[in-house]
């Protein structure tokens, strides 16, 4: 996906450079939102055979998620 030219494939400070033009929504939370996107763009090209790769970043990307929703509970309990 391409916003103007600010967003480049492949680099963190596309999602840092978006987050400007984004009220005052936490970091993590927009990366869950991007995630989960993700997650469920991959589960619509799953084929009965052959895609055993789009199970396995499936996964990694809920990891990801978990992690970064223990960051913000971790963090709201400081606030």
């Given at each position: ?5 600010s ?6 400070n ?16 927009i990366k ?10 991959f ?37």
């Amino acid at each position: 996906m391409m916003i103007g030219n600010s967003i480049k494939k492949g680099n963190m400070n596309n999602l840092e450079d978006l987050k400007t033009r984004i009220a005052a929504v936490p970091m993590d939370v927009i990366k869950i939102a991007v995630l989960k996107d993700e997650i469920e763009i991959f589960k619509s090209r799953i084929e009965p055979t052959e895609t055993g790769h789009l199970h396995t970043t499936i996964g990694t990307l809920k990891h990801r998620i978990e992690e970064l929703e223990n960051d913000l509970a971790i963090s709201s309990r400081k606030d």
